[in-house]
């Protein structure tokens, strides 16, 4: 018998077993529970379509994103700009990144969540006790000119793929943050002023096939720490969000991209806006790959709730914070579901 040779990456680790390692089984008790999510459309995220965000009938757009903001912090978008075919080229450069030989991918190899730019597994394999069923690259990509040379130069195209995804990422999510802006009865740039001079990470998810999905999660769950978080993903389901105490599948729709309000806008929206539970589960059959961008204040942003959300029935929900110290609390917590903007009630 050949003893198992440790393997840094879950996909080489999968080849190698064929079963789901001790090192990935979650207790008892918190596993995904499968039979008991909503899977009908019905129970779906609200679908907003965005062709008449420019146009005479934007105050109906604003509204229903202001509306989704509020009630399920979840939205889906279609007409919203980023071209099929940037979409297609950075879903097919990811697939092919994880696709290469395991030499070739470890060169971004890194387990410190500080790295602007790192291969890694799970989520921080620093700090949890059981992994999660999911390998990622995490990239800086704002600005793209400081980050891009550091990225992974094979497949040839990588660069300029995701360079090209990124700015349209980037072009959407400030739209969103000037119509949630409004929405608020803010001024229109009063959330992208608050991002200060602005961050965005992008991370390229891969879950590989699992043997037994019952027994572990692609990530278990989370809210998103950033401010808002724009989700491409390919044509497998697996993404679920909390509903009044239920699990409810967002599965994808053809050219959809999937919206959420993150930690930080609930932060700067005192509460009215929702940064929402959601985890990911796999299956048996097929790989799965999922690229979030997150969008985030700089390190040094100053982050509050906005004085003009604050009154007698509605009092001051967080107290001032930089988005750093936000940050850190959030990486030395792991994801859980308890939240981390708890800990910046006021005092
Ligand atoms: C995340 C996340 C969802 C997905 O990376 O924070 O929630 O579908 N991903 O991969
Ligand atoms: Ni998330």
């Not at 979650?26 to 019905?42: C, F, K, M, T, Y």
């Not at 060169?107 to 700090?127: E, G, H, Q």
């Not at 990422?169 to 009865?185: K, M, P, Q, T, V």
Request: with cysteine; net charge negative.
């Amino acid at each position: 018998m050949n003893p198992t040779i440790a393997k840094p990456l879950l996909t080489d680790l999968v080849a190698q077993t064929g079963q789901v390692p001790s090192s990935h089984v979650r207790p008892i008790g918190d596993r995904p529970d499968l039979a008991n999510v909503d899977i009908e459309s019905g129970a779906g995220i609200p679908l907003i379509d965005l062709k008449k965000l420019n146009g005479p009938e934007r105050r109906k757009v604003v509204e229903a994103i202001g509306r989704a903001c509020e009630s399920d912090g979840f939205f889906m978008v279609t007409n919203h700009d980023v071209p099929a075919e940037i979409v297609e080229g950075m879903l097919r450069v990811a697939r092919e990144f994880f696709h290469l030989p395991e030499s070739e991918r470890l060169k971004c190899y890194s387990d410190d969540p500080k790295k602007a730019i790192r291969l890694s597994t799970s989520f921080n394999v620093r700090t949890e006790k059981v992994g999660n069923w999911r390998d990622f690259l995490r990239l800086h990509c704002y600005p793209l000119e400081s980050f891009v040379d550091q990225w992974p130069s094979n497949p040839p195209s990588f660069r300029q793929v995701v360079g090209t995804y990124s700015k349209e990422a980037r072009a959407l999510a400030l739209r969103l943050l000037e119509a949630i802006s409004e929405s608020l009865g803010l001024e229109m740039s009063y959330m992208v002023k608050a991002m200060g001079r602005h961050a965005q990470h992008m991370a390229v998810n891969y879950y590989p096939p699992c043997p037994q999905p019952e027994l572990t999660y692609g990530l278990p769950g989370h809210k998103d720490p950033n401010a808002i978080t724009l989700l491409l993903q390919d044509g497998v389901s697996g993404l679920q969000v909390q509903r009044n105490g239920r699990w409810v599948a967002v599965n994808p729709v053809p050219n959809a991209l999937v919206i959420n309000i993150g930690d930080q806008l609930q932060a700067l929206s005192n509460d009215r806006y929702k940064s929402v539970l959601h985890r990911v589960i796999v299956n048996s059959e097929s790989e799965r790959i999922s690229v979030p961008t997150f969008y985030c204040p700089s390190q040094d942003a100053v982050i509050a709730p906005a004085d003009a959300l604050v009154d007698d029935g509605h009092p001051l929900a967080y107290r001032s914070f930089t988005y750093q110290e936000y940050y850190d609390e959030f990486w030395n917590m792991g994801l859980q579901s308890a939240s981390c903007l708890d800990r910046f009630r006021p005092e």
